[in-house]
C-alpha cells in the first residue's frame, strides 16, 4: 500500500485538515517532538488505496545565520557580514522538526504539502522537501510531491485543493531567500555598528538595540518627517470672508477662495463683496458608493482608525480566525470576488447570527452586484467562513470577526443614497456655497456600523436661479494650524503606496518601531517619534538621505518580485543589491560623526550619568550603573562599558570579589518570587571558561575553589529539565534560602527563616546529590526537641520536607513512594569532569509524570 505524508503549517491547520480530508475518520497520535500530532487515516489518492499521515511544521524550520564566528559581535568587524558565509539551521532546534518530518516520512511515497498559499509559505514548502528528502526518493520531482492550493478551511476549498494538487514554486521561494538573505547582512551590519558604537558613548538611550532594517527605517522616516512638519510649521494669518444669509434659519457661506494671506487682497474683495444685497443660485447633487471588498491592508487600516486595534494584533487576530475556520485567508491584495464565488451561501450562513442576522435577511431579499475591484491573483478577498457568536471571542476578537462579516454585507448592499446640496450663490464677482446633506437611504451603512453618516442639522430649501436676501457680511482673521501626527491608519497607506513591505510585512515593521522605541503609540493611535527615532532619521540624512528613503527598499522589492515571476536571476539580484549596500555602510562609517553630534546633543554621555555601584577590578574606582536601556556598568578611568541583566535589581553583594579579575561581585534579582544569582561583571562579559556561555552569572560558572560557583553551591541535577544544575541562591540570605535551576526556571524555596545553609562535599548514599546543613537560631527552630542545626539530603531527608516548598514535580514522586534520584554535581566520574546527562531513572520518571 502507498502511503503519503501531508504536512500543514501548523498544528491547529492539520487538525482542521485532517477532520476534513477524512470525513471525521482518523485516528491521532503524538508525534516525536511533543509540539506536532499525526494524524492517520486511509482513502484513495491516484487511484489506490493510500495510507494517509498529516502532520504539520511550526512555521520554518530553517532560519539564516551567519557561519561561525561571524555570530559574535565582539570578534568580527561588521563589514565582513556583507560577504561572510550564510548557512541554514533549525530556527528552533528544540523543536526538532527535522528529525520528526524526516522519521514520518519513512516509507512514504508522496509528499503532499498544506502550507500557507504565499511566499513564505512556498519558501517552507522546499525546507519540508530538503528534510524529508533522505527517506522519501526523488522528493523534488513533480510525480512525487504536490502542492496543495486554498484559501479558507471549509470543506469545499479543502476537497476542491485536494482534487486539483499543484507544485511547489520554486522562483517564489529563492525570492524569499534573497530577502532573508538581504535583510540579515544589511540590518545586521548597521545594527551592530551602530549599536556599539553609540551605547558605549550615551547612557539615557532607553534601548537594548539600535536597530536599523531596510523597511523598518524608512517607515521610521514617514513618522519622523511629518514629526519635522509639525515642528517647522510657522503661523501665518490668513483672512477669510464670512456671508451671513438672512431668514430662518439664518445660513452661513463658505467662501470658494477658502482663504487669502495678503491682507490688503482681502480686503478689496471684502469690500467688493459688501456692495451687494442679493445672492444667485445654483445646485448639484452628490452620491457615495458603498465599498470594494476587504483586503489585507484595508483590515488593518479599518481596524487601527475605528477599532483601535494595531496592525500587528489585527494580522495575530485575523490569522487565528483562519486557522480555525472563521475566515479566508487574512493575507490578500485582492478586492474583487472570483466569478464563481458564491455570495448568497455566505449570506444564508450569516442569517442565524443574534448581531448582524436580521440585515444578512434583507440583504439576501435585495442583493446587489460587489463593486469592481483589483484582482492581482493571489488569494480572494477576506470574507466569512463559518458562523460565531460573541461567546466564542475574547473581546478583539470578536471585534475584528465582526466587522469582516459587516463589511462582507456592506460590499453586496445598496449605494449609501443622499442628496449631497452644494448651493452656489454669486455675489458680484465672488462665490459662495452652502452645503447640505439629507439621507435618502442608508444602504451599506445599515450594516457597518463604522461608517457614520453625518447629516446636515439645519437643512434649508433653495431654488436655482432665486434670490435671496444678505444679512451681514463679514472680513475674519484666522491662523493656520500644524498637521497632526501621522496615524497608523495613514502610515499602512503611505507603506502600500511607496511598496515599503508586503501585506504580511507591513504590521511587524510597524510594531517593530514601536518595541524599538523609536515611536510611541498616542491618542487616536497616532505614532509620535522619540528622541532616539528623531536622531537617527536626521542622522541617516546627513550621512546618505537614501537610507531612509522608500525608493530604496521599493527598487529592491521590485527586483525580488521579478525572482519570484522567474524573470530575473536569483544570484544577479542578491550580488548587485548586496554591493550597493556595503558601499554606503563603508561610507556611513566613515561619516559616523555626523550622526554622533545629534547625538551628543541629545544624550547624557556615560560618565555623566548613573550613580556609583562597585569597584573596577583594574583601577579600584567606582563604576557607574546606568538603569535605563541597556543596563550597564560603566569605568571612566578605563573607559569600558559592561553590560548587566535587564528587567530586575541590581545591588552589591556582600563587598565579595571575584577571584579570578578582582572585580567586586554584583546581586541581580527578578523579584522575592523570581530567579536571582550572584555575578562578576567582568566574567558576565567576557567567559573565563570554555564552555560556560556570555551573560552568565556565578551559578554557571565551573571555578573549583570559589564558593559562589555551581561546583561548590550545586545541590544536584534539574528536577525537569536535562541540562540544569539546582544551585543553592544566598543572595537573599539570611532572609531568604533557594534552590535555583541555572538552565530553565525551576525554583525551590526552602529552610525559611533558617540562619545558616551550607552546601556539604559528601553526597547522599540513596540519590547521589550534595549533602545540605542548615543551622537556625534557637527561638525560630523547626526541628523537634529544639535541636538547630541538622544535616541531609534535601530529598530523602523526611526531617526537611515540612521545609520545603511545595513543588509538583517532587510532590508527587514523594506521593508515589519514589524519591528523586539526585546527580552529585562534585563527585562526578573519575577523571573528576561533572556528569551533564540525568540518569535514565530519572528521566523515565520525568515522563511518566508529565504523560
Same mark, same amino acid.
Given at each position: 500500500?502507498?502511503?503519503?505524508?501531508?504536512?500543514?503549517?501548523?498544528?491547529?491547520?492539520?487538525?482542521?485538515?485532517?477532520?476534513?480530508?477524512?470525513?471525521?475518520?482518523?485516528?491521532?497520535?503524538?508525534?516525536?517532538?511533543?509540539?506536532?500530532?499525526?494524524?492517520?487515516?486511509?482513502?484513495?489518492?491516484?487511484?489506490?488505496?493510500?495510507?494517509?499521515?498529516?502532520?504539520?511544521?511550526?512555521?520554518?524550520?530553517?532560519?539564516?545565520?551567519?557561519?561561525?564566528?561571524?555570530?559574535?559581535?565582539?570578534?568580527?568587524?561588521?563589514?565582513?557580514?556583507?560577504?561572510?558565509?550564510?548557512?541554514?539551521?533549525?530556527?528552533?532546534?528544540?523543536?526538532?522538526?527535522?528529525?520528526? /518530518?524526516?522519521?514520518?516520512?519513512?516509507?512514504?511515497?508522496?509528499?503532499?504539502?498544506?502550507?500557507?498559499?504565499?511566499?513564505?509559505?512556498?519558501?517552507?514548502?522546499?525546507?519540508?522537501?530538503?528534510?524529508?528528502?533522505?527517506?522519501?526518493?526523488?522528493?523534488?520531482?513533480?510525480?512525487?510531491?504536490?502542492?496543495?492550493?486554498?484559501?479558507?478551511?471549509?470543506?469545499?476549498?479543502?476537497?476542491?485543493?485536494?482534487?486539483?494538487?499543484?507544485?511547489?514554486?520554486?522562483?517564489?521561494?529563492?525570492?524569499?531567500?534573497?530577502?532573508?538573505?538581504?535583510?540579515?547582512?544589511?540590518?545586521?551590519?548597521?545594527?551592530?555598528?551602530?549599536?556599539?558604537?553609540?551605547?558605549?558613548?550615551?547612557?539615557?538611550?532607553?534601548?537594548?538595540?539600535?536597530?536599523?532594517?531596510?523597511? @523598518?527605517?524608512?517607515?521610521?522616516?514617514?513618522?519622523?518627517?511629518?514629526?519635522?512638519?509639525?515642528?517647522?510649521?510657522?503661523?501665518?494669518?490668513?483672512?477669510?470672508?464670512?456671508?451671513?444669509?438672512?431668514?430662518?434659519p439664518e445660513v452661513k457661506l463658505d467662501w470658494?477662495?477658502?482663504?487669502?494671506?495678503?491682507?490688503?487682497?482681502?480686503?478689496?474683495?471684502?469690500?467688493?463683496?459688501?456692495?451687494?444685497?442679493?445672492?444667485?443660485?445654483?445646485?448639484?447633487?452628490?452620491?457615495?458608493?458603498?465599498?470594494?471588498?476587504?483586503?489585507?491592508?484595508?483590515?488593518?487600516?479599518?481596524?487601527?482608525?475605528?477599532?483601535?486595534?494595531?496592525?500587528?494584533?489585527?494580522?495575530?487576530?485575523?490569522?487565528?480566525?483562519?486557522?480555525?475556520?472563521?475566515?479566508?485567508?487574512?493575507?490578500?491584495?485582492?478586492?474583487?470576488?472570483?466569478?464563481?464565488?458564491?455570495?448568497?451561501?455566505?449570506?444564508?450562513?450569516?442569517?442565524?447570527?443574534?448581531?448582524?442576522?436580521?440585515?444578512?435577511?434583507?440583504?439576501?431579499?435585495?442583493?446587489?452586484?460587489?463593486?469592481?475591484?483589483?484582482?492581482?491573483?493571489?488569494?480572494?478577498?477576506?470574507?466569512?467562513?463559518?458562523?460565531?457568536?460573541?461567546?466564542?471571542?475574547?473581546?478583539?476578537?470578536?471585534?475584528?470577526?465582526?466587522?469582516?462579516?459587516?463589511?462582507?454585507?456592506?460590499?453586496?448592499?445598496?449605494?449609501?443614497?443622499?442628496?449631497?446640496?452644494?448651493?452656489?450663490?454669486?455675489?458680484?464677482?465672488?462665490?459662495?456655497?452652502?452645503?447640505?446633506?439629507?439621507?435618502?437611504?442608508?444602504?451599506?451603512?445599515?450594516?457597518?456600523?463604522?461608517?457614520?453618516?453625518?447629516?446636515?442639522?439645519?437643512?434649508?430649501?433653495?431654488?436655482?436661479?432665486?434670490?435671496?436676501?444678505?444679512?451681514?457680511?463679514?472680513?475674519?482673521?484666522?491662523?493656520?494650524?500644524?498637521?497632526?501626527?501621522?496615524?497608523?491608519?495613514?502610515?499602512?497607506?503611505?507603506?502600500?503606496?511607496?511598496?515599503?513591505?508586503?501585506?504580511?510585512?507591513?504590521?511587524?515593521?510597524?510594531?517593530?518601531?514601536? @518595541?524599538?522605541?523609536?515611536?510611541?503609540?498616542?491618542?487616536?493611535?497616532?505614532?509620535?517619534?522619540?528622541?532616539?527615532?528623531?536622531?537617527?532619521?536626521?542622522?541617516?540624512?546627513?550621512?546618505?538621505?537614501?537610507?531612509?528613503?522608500?525608493?530604496?527598499?521599493?527598487?529592491?522589492?521590485?527586483?525580488?518580485?521579478?525572482?519570484?515571476?522567474?524573470?530575473?536571476?536569483?544570484?544577479?539580484?542578491?550580488?548587485?543589491?548586496?554591493?550597493?549596500?556595503?558601499?554606503?555602510?563603508?561610507?556611513?562609517?566613515?561619516?559616523?560623526?555626523?550622526?554622533?553630534?545629534?547625538?551628543?546633543?541629545?544624550?547624557?554621555?556615560?560618565?555623566?550619568?548613573?550613580?556609583?555601584?562597585?569597584?573596577?577590578?583594574?583601577?579600584?574606582?567606582?563604576?557607574?550603573?546606568?538603569?535605563?536601556?541597556?543596563?550597564?556598568?560603566?569605568?571612566? @578611568?578605563?573607559?569600558?562599558?559592561?553590560?548587566?541583566?535587564?528587567?530586575?535589581?541590581?545591588?552589591?553583594?556582600?563587598?565579595?570579589?571575584?577571584p579570578l579579575d578582582d572585580f567586586e561581585l554584583?546581586?541581580?534579582?527578578?523579584?522575592?518570587?523570581?530567579?536571582?544569582?550572584? /555575578?562578576?561583571?567582568?566574567?558576565?562579559?567576557?567567559?573565563?571558561?570554555?564552555?560556560?556561555?556570555?551573560?552568565?552569572?556565578?551559578?554557571?560558572?565551573?571555578?573549583?575553589?570559589?564558593?559562589?560557583?555551581?561546583?561548590?553551591?550545586?545541590?544536584?541535577?534539574?528536577?525537569?529539565?536535562?541540562?540544569?544544575?539546582?544551585?543553592?541562591?544566598?543572595?537573599?540570605?539570611?532572609?531568604?534560602?533557594?534552590?535555583?535551576?541555572?538552565?530553565?526556571?525551576?525554583i525551590i524555596n526552602c529552610f525559611d527563616d533558617?540562619?545558616?545553609?551550607?552546601?556539604?562535599?559528601?553526597?547522599?548514599?540513596?540519590?547521589?546529590?550534595?549533602?545540605?546543613?542548615?543551622?537556625?537560631?534557637?527561638?525560630?527552630?523547626?526541628?523537634?526537641?529544639?535541636?538547630?542545626?541538622?544535616?541531609?539530603?534535601?530529598?530523602?531527608?523526611?526531617?526537611?520536607?515540612?521545609?520545603?516548598?511545595?513543588?509538583?514535580?517532587?510532590?508527587?514522586?514523594?506521593?508515589?513512594?519514589?524519591?528523586?534520584?539526585?546527580?552529585?554535581?562534585?563527585?562526578?566520574?573519575?577523571?573528576?569532569?561533572?556528569?551533564?546527562?540525568?540518569?535514565?531513572?530519572?528521566?523515565?520518571?520525568?515522563?511518566?509524570?508529565?504523560?
Amino acid at each position: 500500500m502507498k502511503s503519503a505524508l501531508l504536512v500543514a503549517e501548523k498544528p491547529s491547520l492539520a487538525v482542521s485538515l485532517a477532520l476534513i480530508l477524512s470525513d471525521g475518520k482518523y485516528s491521532t497520535r503524538r508525534g516525536l517532538n511533543n509540539a506536532c500530532s499525526v494524524h492517520e487515516w486511509y482513502g484513495n489518492f491516484l487511484g489506490e488505496l493510500t495510507r494517509f499521515k498529516m502532520t504539520s511544521v511550526c512555521g520554518h524550520i530553517m532560519g539564516l545565520e551567519f557561519a561561525g564566528k561571524f555570530n559574535s559581535w565582539d570578534k568580527v568587524d561588521p563589514a565582513e557580514l556583507f560577504t561572510c558565509t550564510v548557512e541554514k539551521k533549525e530556527s528552533s532546534p528544540n523543536l526538532r522538526m527535522q528529525a520528526f /518530518l524526516s522519521q514520518e516520512a519513512k516509507e512514504c511515497n508522496y509528499l503532499i504539502l498544506w502550507l500557507d498559499c504565499d511566499k513564505e509559505g512556498e519558501n517552507i514548502c522546499f525546507e519540508v522537501m530538503t528534510a524529508v528528502s533522505g527517506n522519501i526518493r526523488n522528493v523534488f520531482s513533480d510525480a512525487v510531491t504536490f502542492r496543495a492550493k486554498f484559501s479558507a478551511i471549509t470543506e469545499k476549498d479543502i476537497k476542491h485543493a485536494m482534487k486539483n494538487l499543484t507544485h511547489p514554486n520554486k522562483n517564489e521561494a529563492k525570492s524569499v531567500d534573497a530577502r532573508q538573505e538581504l535583510d540579515l547582512r544589511i540590518g545586521c551590519a548597521f545594527t551592530r555598528f551602530q549599536t556599539k558604537f553609540f551605547q558605549g558613548k550615551y547612557a539615557d538611550l532607553d534601548a537594548s538595540l539600535i536597530s536599523y532594517g531596510p523597511c @523598518q527605517t524608512p517607515t521610521l522616516g514617514f513618522c519622523v518627517q511629518r514629526h519635522d512638519d509639525i515642528q517647522t510649521f510657522k503661523l501665518e494669518s490668513y483672512w477669510f470672508i464670512q456671508v451671513l444669509l438672512g431668514g430662518t434659519p439664518e445660513v452661513k457661506l463658505d467662501w470658494s477662495r477658502v482663504r487669502i494671506f495678503e491682507k490688503d487682497v482681502a480686503v478689496m474683495l471684502f469690500n467688493k463683496v459688501k456692495e451687494h444685497k442679493e445672492a444667485f443660485i445654483t445646485f448639484k447633487d452628490m452620491y457615495r458608493s458603498r465599498p470594494q471588498a476587504l483586503n489585507t491592508v484595508e483590515l488593518m487600516r479599518a481596524a487601527s482608525a475605528k477599532l483601535n486595534i494595531g496592525p500587528h494584533s489585527t494580522m495575530q487576530i485575523a490569522e487565528k480566525l483562519y486557522t480555525r475556520g472563521y475566515i479566508s485567508y487574512p493575507r490578500t491584495e485582492t478586492t474583487q470576488y472570483p466569478a464563481n464565488f458564491d455570495l448568497r451561501e455566505v449570506i444564508r450562513m450569516l442569517q442565524p447570527s443574534a448581531d448582524f442576522g436580521e440585515e444578512a435577511c434583507a440583504i439576501l431579499q435585495d442583493m446587489n452586484c460587489p463593486r469592481k475591484g483589483n484582482d492581482v491573483g493571489d488569494h480572494p478577498p477576506i470574507t466569512p467562513m463559518k458562523l460565531a457568536s460573541r461567546n466564542d471571542f475574547d473581546g478583539d476578537t470578536w471585534r475584528v470577526y465582526d466587522y469582516i462579516c459587516r463589511h462582507f454585507l456592506g460590499t453586496i448592499s445598496r449605494d449609501l443614497k443622499y442628496r449631497s446640496t452644494i448651493a452656489t450663490f454669486t455675489i458680484g464677482e465672488e462665490r459662495f456655497t452652502s452645503h447640505s446633506d439629507v439621507l435618502i437611504e442608508p444602504g451599506y451603512t445599515k450594516v457597518i456600523t463604522g461608517y457614520v453618516f453625518n447629516q446636515s442639522e439645519k437643512n434649508v430649501s433653495f431654488s436655482a436661479n432665486e434670490k435671496v436676501i444678505i444679512k451681514d457680511v463679514r472680513l475674519v482673521e484666522n491662523q493656520t494650524s500644524p498637521p497632526d501626527y501621522l496615524t497608523e491608519s495613514e502610515l499602512i497607506s503611505l507603506m502600500e503606496k511607496h511598496g515599503i513591505g508586503t501585506d504580511a510585512s507591513i504590521p511587524v515593521h510597524i510594531n517593530n518601531i514601536c @518595541q524599538r522605541n523609536y515611536v510611541t503609540v498616542g491618542a487616536g493611535r497616532t505614532l509620535i517619534p522619540t528622541n532616539l527615532g528623531i536622531v537617527l532619521v536626521h542622522g541617516y540624512q546627513k550621512i546618505d538621505p537614501e537610507l531612509i528613503l522608500p525608493s530604496m527598499r521599493s527598487a529592491v522589492e521590485q527586483q525580488l518580485n521579478l525572482i519570484a515571476l522567474g524573470s530575473a536571476d536569483y544570484f544577479s539580484v542578491l550580488k548587485h543589491a548586496v554591493e550597493i549596500f556595503q558601499l554606503k555602510f563603508l561610507y556611513f562609517v566613515q561619516n559616523i560623526s555626523s550622526m554622533d553630534i545629534l547625538f551628543e546633543a541629545t544624550f547624557s554621555s556615560l560618565c555623566s550619568a548613573g550613580k556609583s555601584l562597585s569597584r573596577c577590578g583594574k583601577c579600584r574606582r567606582y563604576m557607574k550603573y546606568i538603569q535605563s536601556k541597556p543596563a550597564r556598568l560603566h569605568c571612566s @578611568q578605563c573607559d569600558e562599558t559592561y553590560t548587566m541583566p535587564t528587567k530586575g535589581t541590581i545591588r552589591v553583594y556582600k563587598e565579595l570579589k571575584c577571584p579570578l579579575d578582582d572585580f567586586e561581585l554584583l546581586a541581580w534579582s527578578s523579584g522575592a518570587k523570581g530567579k536571582s544569582f550572584s /555575578l562578576c561583571p567582568y566574567c558576565y562579559n567576557h567567559s573565563p571558561f570554555r564552555g560556560m556561555a556570555k551573560n552568565s552569572g556565578c551559578n554557571n560558572c565551573p571555578h573549583p575553589s570559589c564558593t559562589h560557583s555551581y561546583l561548590n553551591l550545586g545541590v544536584s541535577s534539574c528536577i525537569e529539565c536535562e541540562q540544569g544544575i539546582l544551585v543553592m541562591d544566598c543572595t537573599l540570605s539570611p532572609k531568604s534560602w533557594k534552590l535555583v535551576c541555572n538552565f530553565c526556571d525551576v525554583i525551590i524555596n526552602c529552610f525559611d527563616d533558617a540562619f545558616k545553609v551550607n552546601v556539604e562535599a559528601d553526597s547522599c548514599e540513596e540519590c547521589g546529590a550534595q549533602l545540605i546543613t542548615v543551622l537556625y537560631k534557637s527561638d525560630k527552630t523547626p526541628f523537634k526537641n529544639d535541636v538547630t542545626e541538622m544535616k541531609g539530603c534535601i530529598f530523602c531527608f523526611i526531617d526537611f520536607f515540612p521545609m520545603i516548598e511545595k513543588h509538583k514535580a517532587v510532590e508527587v514522586r514523594r506521593s508515589q513512594g519514589e524519591r528523586y534520584r539526585g546527580r552529585s554535581v562534585r563527585g562526578g566520574t573519575k577523571s573528576g569532569k561533572v556528569r551533564y546527562k540525568p540518569p535514565k531513572d530519572k528521566m523515565a520518571k520525568l515522563a511518566a509524570y508529565f504523560v
